[in-house]
């Protein structure tokens, strides 16, 4: 099987020429996304404007009408991918996607749907500082009727944004700087991959770490802390925030009995709560050791680089927990 | 009779062909001299009668601008500035003009992210804000909001904000203290072409007109919002009407002559302190960097950017008229000497002063640290 050599956001790009070809319903539209404006912010929307002309459209700089722009022709039948820059921005569209996009199926008895993709960039690392890198999957996995997804890896960006794509309902696609600059192999025919399934990067019998996006590549980087350390990680990417693949982490959670959940979001009331709570709920009396959570702190992304540093879970950290969870 | 006041004459507007037209292609031509009002503007903008020192006043604040921004865009290639960096170079005169007709120790000031310009023209210390830029201790903000994110409440200046259009409602929030405190100040709320297609912004147009706020909308004209030029992404580009809907005038002046936005600021503050609420004042200007130090500039060509630099730029035109009026080139020099000193002068804090301190992350968070 031929493979090519690519970058997450090549990964997006493939996928949304593919998703365009295969289906003329498809349309995209964003800030700066056709080619005289440069593709996109990251350029993942290269070349689509060329190829497919006006199913592909740069907008105002005007979120709320961006999303509810793709709301409304999704419910006449068309399958909008919006790109809303960089996700804080989305909160400036918050009313289009938490009151209308995740609920309007449901409150018209299931005679509309919403088949939206939303991608958005974020995340801290880059001295973009507090209005510029939230990573906000927790917001948006709170509400019902919205799919949260959060790839980590080239394959995983192509894939996933295929299924997205041809998903019934709407997804938010958080596409985390993070994850943005190690390229690898993804098959030339890889296809959807199926949403709310987890990926288990290295197996192990000791602890299991649960986590996704930027933060799946920093665990990856402490990979060689952990064995050094003398620990047996069991590493898992979640990919999908909500619905998460419960079953996938309950079963190495009972088998190594030792969880550690890692995420660039804040800690507190952040996913890794719910993902905590699931676990002992399910399987109090089997852990060795309490769940631990790693994320920020509660402050605003800062900008000093020294500050931003220590606000970002760093490999590090990881190592330091995993030994924690092991004395 | 209906006492309705119809500000809207039905009066011809006083089109000019080839300035009113949208979708042309951003010249020099087009900016210099235009002045454009809409029937109910409060009249049309003079150019400012400055003296010789206030002519001075105004070289020596653009030129400082221009060799501090120059400068950040070197530290940022250099590494020690790190994040968005969205530099003024261009549009000096808008923010030099603009401030020198307030009222300091009254009047506030609001705008986006592309900051620095603005903070400088205040005559707040270079010092402490490219410490801000390069993240320290000492910066302006403690080293916690960076170059998008200034502020000094001291001097009413609130930022410095990163979300396009923010600042348009939280500058009708300043004026309206402004107006219920009666004070007599009015604010100033900067904002882009690219950022008066937010929907927010005409929700603070609607609430400052009802309520008769003691603010300037200016609109930094600057023909790019990052890749999209303002006629691809605006149905209405002579932004200066944009708030015909709400019945708050609009006046379009050249952004490249600090002596025509003077002019301009003397009229709006006039209009807005004499409780005959807002105005929007457009300042067609022109950016030379790209959007911020990131950007590979592809969706326009160099000889645009040439040529803006060559017949419009703000200091070089002050400059042939101090020098017409008889103003020795060597002073000018002389100045010249001086800002690159007071430049390098803040590069050197900027670089040398201390990091923040780890606990930082826990504090100005909530009034308590915790
Ligand atoms: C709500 C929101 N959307 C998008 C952005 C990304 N963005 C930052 S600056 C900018 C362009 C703004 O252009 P303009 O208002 O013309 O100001 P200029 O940069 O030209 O000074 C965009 C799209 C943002 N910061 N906030
Ligand atoms: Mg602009």
Not at chain 1, 255 to 275: M, N, S, Y
Not at chain 2, 29 to 57: F, I
């Amino acid at each position: 099987m031929s493979t090519t050599k690519m970058h997450a956001i090549q990964g997006v790009n493939a996928a949304l020429h593919q998703a365009m070809a295969e289906d003329e319903k498809v349309l995209v539209l964003g800030e700066d996304i056709a080619d005289p404006e440069g593709g996109g912010i990251t350029g993942a929307a290269q070349g689509l404007s060329t190829k497919f002309g006006d199913r592909v459209r740069s907008t105002p700089i005007s979120e709320q009408a961006i999303v509810g722009a793709a709301i409304g022709a999704a419910m006449a039948g068309y399958k909008p991918v919006a790109e809303i820059m960089l996700m804080n921005f989305t909160t400036v569209a918050m009313d289009m996607i938490f009151n209308h996009a995740a609920k309007l199926r449901f409150m018209s008895g299931g005679q509309t749907s919403v088949p939206i993709v939303i991608r958005t960039l974020t995340g801290a690392g880059w001295q973009t500082a507090g209005q510029h890198a939230d990573h906000l999957e927790g917001w948006f996995a709170h509400a019902a009727g919205i799919k949260v997804v959060a790839p980590s890896s080239p394959a995983d960006y192509k894939g996933l944004m295929l299924s997205c794509i041809q998903d019934p309902d709407p997804c938010i696609f958080i596409e985390s700087a993070g994850t943005m600059f190690i390229p690898s192999e993804v098959d030339d025919d890889q296809g959807p991959i199926p949403l709310g399934k987890a990926r288990i990067v290295q197996e192990g019998t000791d602890v299991t770490l649960v986590t996704w996006s930027s933060q799946c590549i920093r665990a990856q980087m402490a990979l060689e802390g952990f064995a050094e350390a003398g620990v047996s990680v069991e590493l898992i990417d979640l990919r999908t925030i909500s619905p998460w693949d419960r079953e996938t982490v309950l079963a190495s959670a009972q088998k190594t009995g030792r969880v550690l959940i890692a995420h660039e979001a804040v800690r507190d009331f952040g996913p890794g709560a719910e993902i905590a709570a699931t676990i002992n709920e399910e399987l109090f009396g089997k852990l060795k050791a309490p769940v631990r959570r790693l994320g920020a702190p509660k402050c605003p992304v800062p900008f000093a680089k020294a500050l931003e540093d220590a606000y970002i879970v760093q490999p590090a950290d990881m190592i330091a927990a995993v030994k924690g969870l092991m004395s | 009779m209906a006492k309705t006041p119809q500000k809207n004459q039905a009066a011809p507007s006083g089109k000019t062909a080839g300035q009113d037209d949208k979708g042309s292609a951003p010249s020099s031509d087009r900016l210099h001299g235009h002045t454009q009002v809409t029937d109910d503007a409060p009249g049309k903008p003079e150019l400012y009668d400055a003296s010789e020192d206030e002519m001075l006043e105004f070289y020596r604040q653009m030129l400082l601008i221009r060799r501090f921004e120059e400068k950040a865009g070197q530290l940022y290639g250099l590494g020690l500035i790190g994040g968005f960096c969205h530099l003024y170079i261009g549009q000096e005169a808008v923010a030099v003009g603009l401030q020198s007709a307030l009222n300091g120790d009254l009047d506030s000031v609001i705008t986006g992210y592309r900051d620095h310009g603005h903070m400088l023209a205040y005559g707040l210390d270079p010092k402490v804000i490219m410490a801000e830029l390069t993240g320290r201790q000492a910066g302006i903000s403690k080293g916690k909001g960076g170059s998008m994110h200034m502020f000094s409440v001291e001097h009413r200046f609130y930022g410095g904000h990163g979300i396009v259009g923010a600042q348009v409602p939280l500058g009708s929030g300043l004026a309206f203290a402004h107006k219920y405190r009666g004070d007599g100040g009015a604010c100033l709320a900067y904002f882009g072409d690219g950022a008066a297609n937010q929907g927010q912004v005409y929700e603070a147009f609607n609430m400052a007109e009802l309520w008769k706020l003691p603010i300037i909308f200016a609109i930094e004209n600057n023909q790019y919002a990052m890749g999209t030029s303002v006629n691809r992404s605006s149905a209405e580009d002579q932004m200066f009407r944009r708030g015909q809907s709400f019945r708050i005038p609009g006046i379009q002046v050249d952004g490249m002559d600090v002596l025509a936005t003077r002019g301009a600021a003397e009229l709006a503050l006039e209009h807005v302190r004499g409780g005959n609420g807002p105005i929007i004042l457009e300042l067609k200007t022109y950016r030379y960097r790209g959007h911020s130090m990131s950007d590979p500039a592809k969706y326009r060509s160099r000889e645009e950017v040439q040529e803006m630099r060559e017949k419009s730029d703000p200091i070089e035109r002050l400059k042939a008229k101090m020098i017409a009026d008889g103003h020795s080139e060597d002073d000018l020099k002389k100045i010249d000497k001086e800002i690159r000193g007071i430049v390098s002068d803040a590069a050197d804090f900027a670089e040398s002063s201390p990091e923040p301190d780890l606990d930082e992350l826990h504090t100005d968070v909530l009034v308590e640290s915790y």
